[in-house]
DNA sequence: GAGCTATAAATTCCCACCCC
DNA sequence: GGGGTGGGAATTTATAGCTC
């Protein structure tokens, strides 16, 4: 049943049944609850694509993720979109989900856009310098950075204190007795690489030790990318007596790399992986020490409120937000070998 | 084939009507 | 006269159908 023949049920307008049902002031209560029992009776809900057309908006936000990022097979990212799709479906807006080639970010934005596809956008993995920040900055779209930038004063975002969660990594290595600490991560153009760097040289310098650029390995932002990052670091002439992770992705193939090379976990290197291994790897038990992201998806609703907040026009300096992450022991850190 | 018109379904601005 | 109530018409974009 659409509008029309609702109306000619009820001998009521068009116009006034869209009003009942919209909750506006004009209509009596009597007329609204006639109108709301004859909905529910013959089954009425509005003609979505007919809606967005009045209404101009299509009630769905949208999150852009690279091909080959490998945003689909992590948990995490998962969680968050679940947190994200739960806040929203609970205000009828739905979640959108595109991927695209990472050549082609732009003109996915750009296309979802120009379709009506979507009124703002979370954009994640958000680097240093982000075309994808500048270029909906400029067209003055909603939008929340999960993740900071360089330039990010005048944005709205969601982010966790990469450089104090490093940092508190390795404060905690050093407390072990550890003096050589290595980092693995990702190329620094992803924002929270960068600040996770820094929180490590943070960490060294809080306890009056030199940087140690040779033990920083720069690497794929992959499974393979930290395996082969545990083969240079083992291989060389002094291999270093831990390793932090700066991400889960890299972590897994670390201490899978690790292993293969027949070392023992802490016996042989202590290990901590920045957002832990996932619990769906079969390296999960291991009980790698980790630094916490907490509640992934309550991050998803957090970044559901903040594009609620922006829409409804809340200054955008309230729509900053950035949480602590958490250590969390485990078995993978012990006293460096020989001590 | 180009150009114009009608139509779809819902929202919403503006206004008319009714009754106290 | 004014508040409460409800209706008319414009609006949105894509597309089918019609005329020339």
Redesign the pocket.
Known sequence: M??????QVL????????????G?????????ERVMAAAREHG????????R????RSEAMGIVYPTGSGDLGDPRFLAMVGGLTDRCAARNIDVLIASSPPEGELATYERLLR??RVDGYIVPHTRRSDPRIDYLRTRRVPFVAYGRCDDCQDIAWFDFDNEAGMALAVAQLLRAGHQDIALVHAPTSLNFAHQRLLGYQRGLQAAGLPPQPQRVVPAEFTRVGGYQAAQTLMQSARPPTAIVADNHVLGVGLVRGLLDLGLRLPEDVSVIVYDGIPADSPLHSLGVNAIEQPDAASAGHCLADLLQGLTEGRPVDALQVLWQPVYAPGRTVGPPRGA
Do not use: F, H, W
């Open positions: 659409d509008l029309k023949q609702l109306s001998g009521l307008s068009q116009t006034t049944i869209s009003r009942a049902l919209n506006y002031a004009d209509v009596s209560e009597r007329t609204r009425y809900r509005p003609n979505g694509a007919a809606r057309l009045a209404v101009g379709n009506g």
